[in-house]
T-cell receptor
Framework: AQSVTQLGSHVSVSEGALVLLRCNYS??????LFWYVQYPNQGLQLLLK??????LVKGINGFEAEFKKSETSFHLTKPSAHMSDAAEYFC?????????????FGSGTQLTVLP | KAGVTQTPRYLIKTRGQQVTLSCSPI?????VSWYQQTPGQGLQFLFE???????NKGNFPGRFSGRQFSNSRSEMNVSTLELGDSALYLC?????????????FGQGTRLTVV
């Protein structure tokens, strides 16, 4: 069975500092991994995804993530935090059941950006 | 291009009632999935529909059901509402239901059961 674990339910950074949100996965097959962001009272917006190929994935709003098979990790980073980055972030793995597809999400990390 | 549209955005129901939520996927998307989001359980998969057929169902009681129409629009129904059904219900659509295609989410329907 596939699963993801997000380390740290709350992360605080200063504006301009590095953002690092951690995600580790467990999968018996090559994983397809996603990072989503959720602003208050909104749905989920896709930041980036890893399927196959290049292990460093660039997404929207300056975010990127690196797939590390040896560490079973897919951490999200951004070199310089902006106030508008304050939101909840979810790591997800795509689970396949026959021809169907579902996402299994981590528990989320609330990012606070301090002025 | 319009995104995923969920209606209504907010809903208040009484215990024991039933409720129907609606989701219109992005034009051309044939796969629609539903998720429940609560502070305690996080984001949990409810079910997925593709070409009017339910292909997968999460670990929820039979009170939760859904369907998909020929135009790919989907509805989910919850009967005999319980207080614990209070949640944000999110619908996601994707072009095809393959593992490597991204899902696009609607803004959700906030259901409050009193």
């Amino acid at each position: 069975a596939q699963s993801v674990t997000q380390l740290g339910s709350h992360v605080s950074v200063s504006e301009g500092a590095l953002v690092l949100l951690r995600c580790n996965y467990s999968s018996s097959v090559p994983p397809y991994l996603f990072w989503y962001v959720q602003y208050p009272n909104q749905g989920l917006q896709l930041l980036l995804k890893y399927t196959t190929g290049a292990t460093l994935v660039k997404g929207i709003n300056g975010f990127e993530a690196e797939f590390k098979k040896s560490e079973t990790s897919f951490h999200l980073t951004k070199p310089s935090a902006h106030m508008s980055d304050a939101a909840e972030y979810f790591c997800a793995v795509s689970v396949s059941s026959g021809s169907a597809r579902q996402l299994t999400f981590g528990s989320g990390t609330q990012l606070t950006v301090l002025p | 291009k319009a995104g995923v549209t969920q209606t209504p955005r907010y809903l208040i129901k009484t215990r024991g009632q039933q409720v129907t939520l609606s989701c219109s996927p992005i034009s051309g998307h044939r796969s629609v999935s539903w998720y429940q989001q609560t502070p305690g359980q996080g984001l949990q998969f409810l079910f997925e529909y593709f070409s009017e057929t339910q292909r997968n169902k999460g670990n929820f009681p039979g009170r939760f059901s859904g369907r998909q129409f020929s135009n790919s629009r989907s509805e989910m129904n919850v009967s005999t509402l319980e207080l614990g059904d209070s949640a944000l219900y999110l619908c996601a659509s994707s072009l095809v239901g393959a593992r490597n295609t991204e899902a696009f989410f609607g803004q959700g329907t906030r259901l409050t059961v009193v």
